[in-house]
C-alpha cells in the first residue's frame, strides 16, 4: 500500500532525526561522551574504599601542583599559609585553612590573571555583592559528563526530549553580545533535544499552562528548581490532572533549593516516576546525584572531595578538570552525611541548606527561641492549595509568611495552624510574632530561584542545566 502524504512526511522527519542526532554525537558532544562512557564505567566497577581514597589523594596532589604554580592566587594562599605542596592522604587536607567567597572577591586580581578559559560564572555574595569566578568550556564538560553518570542511573540520555524551568537568562548580558548569546542558546536546545521553560513565570495563574505543555511535550526528563517541579505537582493533585499512561517520562529532577519529604512524595505522586535529587554549586560544578532513593546523594569522588566542618557545613575540593579549582571552599550548606573515608564523604541523606536559614520567634514570656525555616516550610506545605512560601525575619523576633495559591486563602487559618505545630515544637510563641499574608509571587534571586528564607544576601543554588 503506498503511503500517505503524511506518512511520507512523518519518514522523512525520522530520517531527519536520526541523521540530526548522529551528526551532534559525531561533531558536538564526542568528546563528552567519551569521558561519560568512560567515568560510567568507573562508577559500576565500585572501587574499594582505599582505593577512592588514593584516587583522590592522586588527583588532588595533581590538580593542586597545577594551582600554585600556574594560578597567582594558590601561590600566594599557599605562601600566606604555609601549605605543603603536596598531601600524603586524605585527612592532611582537612588541615587547609577554608577558602571562602570573601577570600575570592578581596583577591579577585590575583584570581582572573591567568585565568585560561576567558568566562565567568557569578554566585551570590554574602554581602549581597556578586562573586565572580572565572568559567570555562572545560568546565562546562565536566559539569555535563557527571550530570549524566547520575542521569544514567535512571536511564536518562543525552539527547533524550528534556523539559528544563530555567532562570538564568540574566547571563546573557544585554545588546547585540546578550542577543547573540540567547541566540546560541537556543540553537544549542534546539539540537540537544531541549524545551526551555522560564522558571521567572511561575505563579498560580501559570502553572496550569505549564502543566499542559509538559503534557503535550511529553518530555522523557523534567528538570527544575524543587520549588517550580513542586508548583506543577501540587496542581496536578489537587486538580486531579494525569498526563495520560503512555508517556515516556523516566525521571523528574530537582535542583537548586531544599527537597523535603513532603516534595518527594506529592512530586512522585503526581508524575509516577522517579524523583532525583541534584546537588551541586554553580562555581563548582555538579557534587551529588541521588542513586535509588531521594536520600541517598552519592557523591562524585573523583571530581570532588567534600567535606565538613565541626557545625556539618560543607567543604569541597574540585579535583576535576576545571579552569579554577577551588580548595576546601565553604559552601555554607549544612548536610546530613552517611559514609565518609578518612574524612572524605562519599554519601549524604540530604542537603539542609544554608545555617543561616534560622528565624527568631518571641515567647509569651518574653524570651526568644530559634526555628529552623525548614520546620516552617514543612508546617506550611502540609497545608492544601500553597504553591510558594517566604519566611522572613521582619523585626528581632517577628516573623512574616507570605504564601502564594491558586485561591483566596483563610490567612488566619493558616497562621492558627502554624502556630499550632510551632508551639508543639518550641512553647508557646506569642501570636503576635508572626503574620501571614497572601502574596501574587514571592521574591526570587536574579536566577529566579525561590529562597527558604528572604533577605539581602540570599544567594541561589546550582541550576543544573548544563546540557550543552
Same mark, same amino acid.
Given at each position: 500500500?503506498?503511503?500517505?502524504?503524511?506518512?511520507?512526511?512523518?519518514?522523512?522527519?525520522?530520517?531527519?532525526?536520526?541523521?540530526?542526532?548522529?551528526?551532534?554525537?559525531?561533531? *558536538?558532544?564526542?568528546?563528552?561522551?567519551?569521558?561519560? +562512557?568512560?567515568?560510567?564505567?568507573?562508577?559500576?566497577?565500585?572501587?574499594?574504599?582505599?582505593?577512592?581514597?588514593?584516587?583522590?589523594?592522586?588527583?588532588?596532589? %595533581?590538580?593542586?601542583?597545577?594551582?600554585?604554580?600556574?594560578?597567582?592566587?594558590? +601561590?600566594?594562599?599557599?605562601?600566606?599559609?604555609?601549605?605543603?605542596?603536596?598531601?600524603?592522604?586524605?585527612?592532611?587536607? $582537612?588541615?587547609?585553612?577554608?577558602?571562602?567567597?570573601?577570600?575570592?572577591?578581596?583577591?579577585?586580581? $590575583?584570581?582572573?590573571?591567568?585565568?585560561?578559559?576567558?568566562?565567568?560564572?557569578?554566585?551570590?555574595?554574602?554581602?549581597?555583592?556578586?562573586?565572580?569566578?572565572?568559567?570555562?568550556?572545560? +568546565?562546562?564538560?565536566?559539569?555535563?559528563?557527571?550530570?549524566?553518570?547520575?542521569?544514567?542511573?535512571?536511564?536518562?540520555?543525552?539527547?533524550?526530549?528534556? @523539559?528544563?524551568?530555567?532562570? /538564568?537568562?540574566?547571563?546573557?548580558?544585554?545588546?547585540?553580545?546578550?542577543?547573540?548569546? !540567547?541566540?546560541?542558546?537556543?540553537?544549542?536546545?534546539? *539540537?540537544?533535544?531541549?524545551?526551555?521553560?522560564?522558571?521567572?513565570?511561575?505563579?498560580?495563574?501559570?502553572?496550569?499552562? /505549564?502543566?499542559?505543555?509538559?503534557?503535550?511535550?511529553?518530555?522523557?526528563?523534567?528538570?527544575?528548581?524543587?520549588?517550580?517541579?513542586?508548583?506543577?505537582?501540587?496542581?496536578?493533585?489537587?486538580?486531579?490532572?494525569?498526563?495520560?499512561?503512555?508517556?515516556?517520562?523516566?525521571?523528574?529532577?530537582?535542583?537548586?533549593?531544599?527537597?523535603?519529604?513532603?516534595?518527594?512524595?506529592?512530586?512522585?505522586?503526581?508524575?509516577?516516576?522517579?524523583?532525583?535529587?541534584?546537588?551541586?554549586?554553580?562555581?563548582?560544578?555538579?557534587?551529588?546525584?541521588?542513586?535509588?532513593?531521594?536520600?541517598? $546523594?552519592?557523591?562524585?569522588?573523583?571530581?570532588?572531595?567534600?567535606?565538613?566542618? !565541626?557545625?556539618?557545613?560543607?567543604?569541597?575540593?574540585?579535583?576535576?578538570?576545571?579552569?579554577?579549582?577551588?580548595?576546601?571552599?565553604?559552601?555554607?550548606?549544612?548536610?546530613?552525611?552517611?559514609?565518609?573515608?578518612?574524612?572524605?564523604?562519599?554519601?549524604?541523606?540530604?542537603?539542609?541548606?544554608?545555617?543561616?536559614?534560622?528565624?527568631? @520567634?518571641?515567647?509569651? +514570656?518574653?524570651? !526568644?527561641?530559634?526555628?529552623?525555616?525548614?520546620? $516552617? @516550610?514543612?508546617?506550611?506545605?502540609?497545608?492544601?492549595?500553597?504553591?510558594?512560601?517566604?519566611?522572613?525575619?521582619?523585626?528581632?523576633?517577628?516573623?512574616?509568611?507570605?504564601?502564594?495559591?491558586?485561591?483566596?486563602?483563610?490567612?488566619?487559618?493558616?497562621? %492558627?495552624?502554624?502556630?499550632?505545630?510551632?508551639?508543639?515544637?518550641?512553647?508557646?510563641?506569642?501570636?503576635?510574632?508572626?503574620?501571614?499574608?497572601?502574596? !501574587?509571587?514571592?521574591?526570587?534571586?536574579?536566577?529566579?530561584?525561590?529562597?527558604?528564607?528572604?533577605?539581602?544576601?540570599?544567594?541561589?543554588?546550582?541550576?543544573?542545566?548544563?546540557?550543552?
Amino acid at each position: 500500500m503506498p503511503l500517505t502524504s503524511a506518512g511520507t512526511v512523518e519518514r522523512a522527519l525520522s530520517v531527519f532525526r536520526r541523521l540530526r542526532t548522529s551528526i551532534v554525537r559525531r561533531f *558536538l558532544l564526542l568528546n563528552r561522551l567519551e569521558e561519560l +562512557d568512560s567515568k560510567r564505567r568507573l562508577y559500576k566497577v565500585s572501587p574499594s574504599p582505599d582505593d577512592i581514597a588514593r584516587c583522590q589523594v592522586e588527583r588532588f596532589n %595533581r590538580m593542586w601542583q597545577r594551582a600554585h604554580r600556574e594560578i597567582p592566587f594558590y +601561590d600566594h594562599w599557599r605562601r600566606e599559609h604555609a601549605l605543603p605542596e603536596r598531601i600524603g592522604r586524605l585527612r592532611e587536607l $582537612l588541615e587547609f585553612p577554608p577558602l571562602t567567597k570573601d577570600d575570592i572577591q578581596q583577591n579577585e586580581t $590575583l584570581i582572573f590573571q591567568n585565568a585560561r578559559g576567558g568566562g565567568e560564572i557569578f554566585t551570590g555574595g554574602s554581602t549581597g555583592k556578586p562573586v565572580r569566578f572565572p568559567f570555562s568550556p572545560v +568546565d562546562a564538560r565536566t559539569a555535563y559528563v557527571d550530570i549524566y553518570v547520575g542521569r544514567s542511573w535512571y536511564d536518562v540520555r543525552p539527547l533524550d526530549d528534556a @523539559m528544563v524551568f530555567w532562570g /538564568h537568562q540574566h547571563l546573557f548580558g544585554a545588546g547585540l553580545r546578550g542577543t547573540l548569546a !540567547e541566540y546560541r542558546r537556543r540553537v544549542l536546545d534546539r *539540537l540537544l533535544n531541549i524545551q526551555r521553560v522560564s522558571a521567572y513565570d511561575m505563579s498560580a495563574s501559570t502553572v496550569a499552562r /505549564h502543566v499542559s505543555t509538559v503534557c503535550r511535550s511529553d518530555p522523557q526528563v523534567i528538570v527544575g528548581y524543587t520549588s517550580c517541579v513542586y508548583k506543577l505537582a501540587r496542581h496536578m493533585v489537587d486538580e486531579g490532572v494525569t498526563c495520560g499512561t503512555n508517556r515516556r517520562l523516566k525521571a523528574v529532577v530537582v535542583t537548586a533549593e531544599t527537597v523535603t519529604g513532603s516534595d518527594v512524595e506529592l512530586i512522585q505522586e503526581a508524575f509516577g516516576v522517579p524523583l532525583v535529587v541534584e546537588y551541586g554549586l554553580a562555581e563548582a560544578g555538579v557534587i551529588a546525584y541521588s542513586q535509588g532513593d531521594p536520600s541517598n $546523594l552519592r557523591v562524585f569522588w573523583d571530581s570532588v572531595i567534600a567535606t565538613s566542618d !565541626e557545625d556539618d557545613v560543607l567543604l569541597v575540593t574540585t579535583i576535576g578538570d576545571r579552569d579554577f579549582p577551588l580548595v576546601n571552599y565553604r559552601t555554607d550548606d549544612v548536610i546530613d552525611a552517611t559514609e565518609e573515608i578518612a574524612g572524605s564523604i562519599l554519601g549524604m541523606r540530604s542537603v539542609l541548606g544554608r545555617k543561616r536559614d534560622v528565624l527568631r @520567634m518571641a515567647l509569651t +514570656d518574653g524570651t !526568644e527561641v530559634e526555628v529552623n525555616g525548614l520546620l $516552617l @516550610m514543612h508546617v506550611v506545605k502540609g497545608y492544601r492549595h500553597v504553591f510558594s512560601m517566604q519566611f522572613e525575619q521582619k523585626g528581632p523576633a517577628e516573623v512574616r509568611i507570605s504564601v502564594v495559591s491558586d485561591r483566596e486563602l483563610d490567612c488566619e487559618e493558616l497562621k %492558627r495552624y502554624v502556630l499550632g505545630v510551632v508551639r508543639g515544637e518550641h512553647g508557646e510563641v506569642a501570636e503576635s510574632c508572626l503574620e501571614v499574608a497572601q502574596v !501574587e509571587a514571592v521574591r526570587r534571586t536574579p536566577a529566579g530561584k525561590e529562597v527558604l528564607v528572604y533577605a539581602p544576601e540570599a544567594e541561589g543554588r546550582w541550576a543544573g542545566s548544563s546540557d550543552a
